[in-house]
């Protein structure tokens, strides 16, 4: 469909080519009307945000009336790095842990899923995949979580199905343990859609070639497939650390007694300790900045 | 192939910032009012489970008009974050929250609540003595808020599985009910240790279970480590505790009369008790705060809430003792026995009985020390039991 | 290419996943007809009543209507800023850029307890009034990366020298943009979009912290899941949500799908190469 631009006459065009030039020949001012508005959003009311609570963390807060008081002070840190009572760095140990675990776990089952789909499956089969994928993402996170309670709880499904098979009870109710398969579950799908294309970008001729030159299927993967999908792993990964490592509803429906976060504290904290709750948010904050660091040499952001 | 750009261009863009022009709320001079003006059709309320049940909220929503939106809270610090959190006094958002002794204070000081006019109250002079001002809503004679009911935390257990009955909180720390006791996931719990080890420790030598000394502090939580690994969860809301006892996860555990009354309509085999060591409890005042959005339906509620019949359904839905000693005669219409049964007829030495929350402060109320834990040391405390 | 074994391997694989995927999506397919509001298995009572109650509440109308408005609000701004941004970082390189490009990694790297808090706090001290506004703001950080990452990584896999050929052929911005741009974006566009649609529709940690007295439909569930009287209505709006996206998400799939196909792929390799 071709169209022949230069037909088109009147003054409205006339306006259009002279603004078009204009713009043309002064990139700097293409630049500045496009990059204006997002610059000054984000500069302005998210960049300040978080340095603003960066700042608050080294206040601290009466503990009576909730009030902030203005004077420069480690406290906040000092308790959270406190080893005579190392609660918090408990609470953080257990939260980085999870976030590691979570994040191997989704990556192992995402792996041959993304794989199956780039690769072999047809495209039918893909669409259907990644509709079946993506479906959940829409339907309401709260009520997935929710409805695991049920699934793991000891006289629910789980228990129902494996006392059938003749096996004893999981008895994941209410533990880190239940809160890990749950957290695997609902961030499965980042995990999943970065990989895939990844996967996806990888040339069939070059796994051809590697076969062609003798490598076997796990040679072909350990030095073909892998090194070319990482990237993609990094970027799935940085969903799962992040969404791990601030959340605070898991724990509070499927966690029991020793299962909170870092998230959970923050929440519980925020209105009447903002100090402490802004110096342990910063915890998070820390954890991922390095993990970016990490992960930007391994070329995540090329597969966002 | 991309375009250089000038570094100074960049400046520029960075320094045209355009800023939300703050739409400050502009807050009422701080003036009682002397009527209550015509309701602004909607109420929001943060509360306890049960404390607008549409079983007495439904016939107020039709005389006023007020719709009545709900925020469920599952402990006082809830509601006070909940109230102080969004720039305070509400957040503009909430008109009403129902604060027990423990969060009216913080509030009062956080300037969080304004001052009610309690002549607004028709049934306020009716009130039983020691809830017309007491200091945990009035302070220096200015009111700020109308009292609303009280109540104990009991000891619920499943008749089925719990033999023999139960009479000591040494039930909940009992390892023979491993894995099936749940207690509520509220840092003032640890007043419960205290009032637990307060009979049963008595060389401790603690004299409220809200002003504790550091070894007093350290024993009791000590004392709910122990228990942690017995437990089953912490509930922070009535509805999560109903569903363990009623699925049978649960069978023995600290409650609110709420989820008893609950789970005995849903006929599970339950049954509450106060122990023998005692019980810690709450006075809960509606508190109006400062940027009610509502403040006419709020002061409408108020005073429909201390009226004698929705004291007694209040009472009857919540399993709590009214304010208001002529709900008596409509709560033994409701349901035979339960002014005596709530204690309503002879309410001075019941109330005495109670340990009403309060906030942990430093100054101990005796021995003139300054010594006590306060409230963060609570928090952090509670988060080191149950993180 | 891959073995026989191994293709059956990686399909078994595929199904077990997929069926680990929806197990919990039957579960509360199930659970929206069970009569009882406490969810105890196996289910004793099986009822539509929940879908009665569901559709007569006023509270779950409001909250259904604000988060279809929020999201809609949002994925509107990020579509112009992410658009804006990923031309403004594809295009040029600047002083700053590269800081620029991380910080609009953040809203997505960093969790969201931590926007919702700086937002709150900044809010509060600026003497914003929460509202249907603040909420949008809170959503549109993650909004405007999560378009920006799609509108780029198709920039990326464009050629340039597609729109220059077209300012030479004597188009002016407007119509390049309309012929040339836009064709190229609009799938992007499409899939970015709906993904930051279905973000913010279903976003409550950073919206807990920027409404004010205004309930979305996931603060509305967490209310219920919290009050426990009307919690299957929960699973019945959770159920309805499936059955509604079923169409619209297929849909956009053949669109993504049909435009990823090898031939364009394949033509913007080599336009790219022969630069």
Redesign the interface.
């Known amino acids: 469909m071709a169209v022949d631009v230069g037909r088109e006459t009147g003054p409205l065009r006339g306006a259009r080519l002279s603004l078009s030039g204009a713009f043309w020949r002064r990139p700097w001012l293409r630049l500045l009307v496009l990059l204006l508005v997002p610059a000054a959003a984000f500069v302005a009311v998210y960049a300040a945000s978080l340095g603003a609570m960066l700042a608050s963390s080294f206040w601290t807060t009466d503990s009576f009336t909730a009030e902030i008081v203005h004077t420069w002070t480690l406290d906040q840190y000092r308790t959270i790095f406190n080893l005579d009572d190392p609660t918090y760095l408990r609470i953080a140990a257990r939260t980085i842990g999870m976030a590691v675990a979570v994040t191997v776990t989704d990556a192992i089952l995402a792996f041959p899923l993304a794989f199956f789909m780039a690769k072999i499956a047809g495209p039918r089969t893909r669409s259907f995949l990644f509709v079946m994928i993506l479906l959940p993402l829409w339907s309401s996170y709260l009520v997935r979580i929710y409805s695991w309670t049920t699934i793991l709880s000891s006289s629910g499904p789980l228990n129902w199905m494996l006392n059938g098979l003749g096996l004893p009870d999981a008895n994941l109710a209410f533990t880190n343990k239940g809160m890990w398969i749950v957290f695997t579950y609902v961030w499965l799908p980042f995990m999943v859609l970065p990989v895939y294309a990844a996967l996806e970008r990888i040339p069939g001729s070059l796994l051809e070639a590697s076969y062609d030159l003798g490598g076997r299927g796990l040679r072909t993967f350990r030095s073909v497939i892998l090194p070319l999908a990482l990237p993609g792993l990094a970027a799935g990964s940085i969903f799962t650390f992040s969404l791990t490592l601030g959340d605070y509803i898991t724990p509070l429906l499927v966690g029991g007694p020793g299962s909170s976060l870092i998230g959970n504290i923050v929440s519980e904290q925020s209105a009447s300790n903002l100090t402490f709750a802004a110096a342990y948010a910063m915890v998070p904050v820390a954890v991922m900045v390095l993990y970016i660091a990490l992960v930007k040499r391994l070329g995540a952001f090329e597969a966002l | 192939m991309r375009e250089r750009i000038r570094g100074w261009h960049v400046v520029l863009a960075g320094l045209v910032v355009v800023l939300a022009a703050p739409a400050a709320a502009v807050s009422k001079a701080s003036q009682l009012p002397t009527k209550i003006g015509a309701g602004e059709g909607a109420l929001s309320v943060v509360e306890w489970a049960g404390y607008t049940d549409p079983s007495f909220a439904k016939q107020f929503e039709k005389q006023t008009g007020c719709v009545i939106k709900r925020k469920d809270a599952g402990s006082s610090n809830e509601m006070f974050n909940l109230i102080h959190g969004g720039g305070g006094g509400g957040g503009g958002q909430y008109d009403l929250v129902s604060a027990s002794g423990d969060a009216s204070l913080r509030l009062i000081y956080a300037g969080d609540v304004q001052p009610v006019n309690i002549k607004l109250i028709p049934s306020w002079k009716d009130f039983l003595p020691a809830f017309k001002s007491p200091p945990h809503n009035t302070v220096k004679g200015v009111h700020y808020g109308v009292s609303l009911q009280w109540g104990p935390n009991t000891l619920i257990y499943n008749t089925a599985k719990v033999k023999p009955a139960p009479k000591s909180w040494s039930a909940i720390y009992d390892p023979k009910y491993k894995g099936k006791i749940t207690v509520p996931n509220n840092p003032i719990q640890i007043a419960d240790a205290a009032l637990y080890l307060q009979k049963t420790k008595p060389a401790l030598g603690i004299k409220d279970p809200y002003e504790l000394t550091k070894p007093q502090f350290d024993a009791a939580v000590a004392l709910l480590k122990q228990q942690k690994k017995l437990l089953l969860r912490y509930w922070l809301y009535p509805a999560d505790d109903i569903k363990d006892f009623k699925t049978g996860d649960a069978i023995i555990g600290a409650t609110w009369p709420y989820q008893t009354l609950q789970l005995q309509a849903a006929k599970v085999p339950v049954k509450e008790i106060i122990p023998k060591e005692g019980v810690t409890g709450w006075a809960d005042t509606w508190m109006l705060t400062k940027r009610a959005p509502h403040p006419n339906c709020a002061y409408k509620w108020m005073a429909y809430a201390s009226t004698p019949p929705v004291q007694a359904r209040q009472a009857l839905v919540f399993g709590e003792t009214p304010v208001n000693p002529k709900a008596c005669p409509y709560m033994d219409k409701l349901q035979k026995g339960s002014c005596a049964g709530y204690h309503l007829n002879a309410p001075a030495s019941y109330a005495k009985s109670i340990r009403f929350w309060k906030t942990p402060v430093k100054t101990c109320g005796w021995g003139g020390r300054n010594d006590c834990m306060d409230q963060q040391a609570w928090n952090n405390a509670w988060a080191s039991i149950t993180g | ?3 026989r074994g ?2 059956i ?3 078994i ?2 199904m077990l ?2 069926a ?6 039957v ?2 397919g199930l ?1 929206a007809f069970n009569a009882s509001p ?5 289910i004793e009572n099986w009822s539509t009543h929940w879908f009665h109650v569901a559709w007569n509440d006023p ?1 779950l109308r409001s909250s259904f209507r604000l988060s279809v408005e929020i999201a809609l609000a949002a994925t509107a701004i990020a579509l ?3 658009t ?2 990923s ?2 970082i ?7 850029r590269e800081s ?16 919702g ?14 509202s249907f ?1 603040t909420i949008v ?1 809170g959503h ?2 993650f909004c ?1 990366v999560v378009v920006y ?1 799609n509108v780029i ?1 198709r920039l ?1 896999r464009t050629s ?2 597609l729109l220059e050929a ?2 030479d ?8 943009f309309r ?1 040339v741009t836009w064709p190229l974006l609009s799938t992007a566009l499409v899939a970015g979009g709906l993904l930051a649609f ?1 973000l913010s ?2 976003e ?2 950073v919206t807990t ?1 920027t409404a ?2 205004q ?1 979305t ?2 603060i509305f ?3 219920n ?5 009307q ?1 299957p209505i ?2 019945v ?2 159920f309805v ?2 059955l509604l ?2 169409i619209p ?2 849909a956009s ?2 669109l993504s ?1 049909f435009d ?1 196909s090898p031939a364009v792929g394949r033509a913007a390799a080599v336009t790219a190469q022969t ?1």
């Open positions: 290419m891959t073995s191994a293709r391997g990686f399909g694989w595929t996943v997929i680990f995927l929806w197990i919990p999506l579960i509360i659970y406490i969810q105890s298995w196996p509270f112009v800023l992410g804006m941004a031309f403004a594809h295009r040029f390189s600047f002083f700053g620029f490009s991380l910080l609009l990694l953040l809203p997505i790297a960093l969790p969201g307890i931590i926007t808090m700086a937002l709150n706090s900044f809010f509060s001290f600026a003497g914003v009034q929460f506004w703001v549109a950080t405007v990452n990584a990326r340039p020298s077209s300012m052929l004597g188009a002016d911005g407007w119509q390049t012929f279905a529709f279903d409550v940690i912290f004010g007295a309930t439909l996931p569930i967490l209310d899941l919290r009050q426990g009287q919690l929960v699973n709006v959770a949500i499936i996206t079923i998400v297929w799939q053949r799908s990823d630069e």
